[in-house]
């Protein structure tokens, strides 16, 4: 479904991401993962379409993305929950949710969306009238992934969607991601947390100083001495 093949991305006249190439199916769940600054941000970023290509291809579904404007990746069925969430903080819940499905496809099922993210999140479902940024930094992930939902997506790009959450909140956040995945959108999960990602994931990809270092299945990625030792702390 996804294909990418030798992406170059950067900032100005800094290149970030150098000759990426990674591929996944229809409904996998696949991770990329990597230290702080390799480049995973920007990566993702730019399968978004908030970042410019500035070499590679870039298929979702045969479409070339790097041929359509930025603003009509989510008419070819691509949501991001961005590091950070960036949620608008003095609307309630319910308007955050609804600014996911402004497509006229995804408009058309309001309502059976806004009841698959109050089933997946029925914390939201009672707080739904309150302003999101008064909500817990969990609460708000959650508004931030079902917003990404509301979209309806065929693939959904998560960055760091555990990134300043207590451990628990966490736990619970990548159930959310598995219980999504299992209901068949595809997921690509760029993560920190590289056990909690590996545990969840079909497929890996490392990504260190912009570059694919190695990619594999993630139960054999998590069992190689050299990932076990610079990310898993385990010797």
């Not at 600054?37 to 479409?63: C, D, E, Q, S, Y």
């Not at 609804?98 to 995804?106: D, F, H, L, V």
């Not at 960055?159 to 997921?187: K, N, R």
Request: proline share 5%; charged share 20%.
């Amino acid at each position: 479904m996804l294909e990418v093949d030798s992406l170059r991305v950067g900032y100005g006249d800094a290149v970030a991401v150098w000759d990426v190439s990674l591929a996944m199916g229809e409904r996998e769940l696949v991770t990329v993962v990597g230290p702080n600054g390799a480049g995973k941000t920007t990566l993702i970023n730019a399968l978004a379409g908030l970042l410019p290509i500035r070499g590679g291809t870039l298929r979702l579904g045969g479409v070339d993305l790097g041929r359509v404007p930025p603003h009509h990746f989510c008419l070819h069925g691509v949501a991001l929950v961005p590091e950070g969430r960036r949620l608008f903080g003095s609307m309630t819940v319910e308007e955050n949710l609804e600014m996911g499905c402004y497509a006229p496809a995804a408009r058309a099922h309001r309502g059976t969306s806004l009841d698959r993210v109050y089933g997946l999140f029925p914390i939201l479902g009672e707080r739904k009238r309150q302003l999101a940024g008064s909500l817990s930094g969990g609460q708000q992930q959650m508004v931030a992934i079902g917003r990404a939902l509301m979209a309806r997506p065929r693939l959904l790009l998560l960055d760091e969607p555990s990134l300043g959450l207590a451990p628990a909140i966490a736990d619970s956040v990548f159930e959310v991601v598995a219980a999504i995945h299992s209901d068949g959108v595809a997921v690509l999960l760029v993560e920190q947390n590289v056990a909690a990602a590996l545990a969840i994931a079909a497929r890996a990809y490392v990504l260190e100083q912009g570059r694919i270092v190695a990619s594999g299945p993630a139960r054999e990625l998590a069992q190689d001495p050299r990932i076990r030792e610079a990310y898993l702390g385990q010797h």
